[in-house]
């Protein structure tokens, strides 16, 4: 995959991050006159907790023609990306005390809970890509089967019916769990040997699990390594750490759910459901993210969707109009009626709306996937130089 630069971003998540805190800062200083206010820290801690709680609150209000389509896929990755600007900033203000035990211990473990999201990055990244080729065969269908355009004759509807049944036969094979993509050592970086090299470079610190995903390699797995152990920090671990491990946990959450809900919605490798996810109601966006997991869940148990290859709201439609077209054009004699051609019309001008968003959202969609990518290996590494340095 072509390098990314972190600046991506048409306006930086840094600069969005440190806007919002600045923001929480001037809203604090306004209330001093009212109130009796805590340290400047644990303001913006409770800031970053209330903020946490609103972008999720949203995601989680979204109507059920919303959630899970590639446009609340994308709020949750940016989300995602807000959160953890905000918690990189966070570290920063405090990084004098990030070497203290058991803050170092906490940080690093959130750390490798990030080195094994990359592999989920990279698979749904890959997921992507076997839903972009779905859509070619998609082009195909609708220009060959376009009754508006021209009358449709014998070369049209073969080929028509041919990239259905394709379609049809590849969505059939990503569901099979022995059936995996060729290619499996593409990356997020230039290539493997130089990122790693890069990274080597920058101080030892990063470790990569994910410059490819093998052929045993399993999301389901993968997310329950990065689920084992989150526990919200305990009375003496708060204090002790001057109130951090309370983000920290928010962020090993918000990780796990945004990986859990991308290999939920995305076509991946061994996909799994069967994730616990433990929050207090102390933290006000605890709700939100379980009740957006039950929602997911809902959906996935839902007879239609049970075993679709991705619970993706675009995936659904590709494979309710793919079934509907290839019943439809098996029983079709030419010349056409006009009974059917008018079916056959509605048919297609859904799968068009399929279509069209699928070009609108794919690449912007893989661009924020990647943008998390290379987020979560700078905060790492900017991270662990400062455990290093405070040492």
Sequence with gaps: MPTMD?????????????????????????????????SSQEQELDFFQRHVA?????????????????????????????????????????????????????????????????DICNAIRDGIEQVRQWQKHIEIVLVSLDPC?????????????????????????????????????????????????????????????????SRSWSAARQLQAIGNNIYAPRGNEIVSTSGLANPVFTMNSVLHFVMWALVAAIPCQDRGFQTHFSIPRSFSWGVSILSLHDKI?????????????????????????????????????????????????????ELGIVFDALKEGLEPCERQVR???????????????SLHKHD
Excluded at 7 to 30: C, E, K
Excluded at 308 to 336: A, F, N, W
Excluded at 371 to 385: A, K, T, W
């Design 371 to 385: 943008e998390v990518f290379h987020r979560i290996v700078r905060s790492r590494m900017e991270g662990l130089d």
């Design 149 to 213: 355009n021209k009358p449709i004759g014998e070369g049209q509807l073969r080929r028509g019916k041919k990239a259905l049944t394709d379609l049809a036969v590849l969505m059939l094979d990503e569901k099979d769990p022995a059936s995996v993509l060729a290619q499996r050592n593409r990356s997020f970086g230039r290539n493997s040997q130089s990122s790693s090299k890069d990274c080597h470079r920058a101080g030892g610190h990063f470790r990569s699990l994910s410059w490819s995903v």
């Design 54 to 118: 609103d972008l999720f609150a949203d995601l989680s209000s979204s109507g059920g023609e919303e959630l899970l389509s590639l446009a609340w896929v994308r709020k949750l990755l940016d989300s995602f990306l807000l959160s953890q600007e905000e918690f990189r900033i966070i570290l920063f203000n405090n990084r004098s005390i990030l070497s203290r035990h058991p803050l170092d211990r906490l940080i690093a473990e959130f750390y490798e809970r990030g080195v094994k999201a990359l």
């Design 297 to 349: 869940m809902e959906e996935s148990k839902k007879k239609e969707r049970r075993n679709s290859v991705g619970l993706l709201k675009e995936i659904h439609q590709i494979e309710k109009c793919t079934r509907h077209l290839l019943e439809l054009t098996d029983s079709l004699q030419l010349p056409i009626t006009e009974e059917k051609l008018m079916e056959l019309r509605k048919g297609m001008q």
């Design 6 to 38: 972190y600046q991506s971003s048409s306006v930086p998540f840094s600069s969005i991050g440190r806007s919002l805190l600045s923001l929480r800062r001037d809203q604090v200083h306004a209330m001093d006159g009212q109130h009796e206010l805590g």
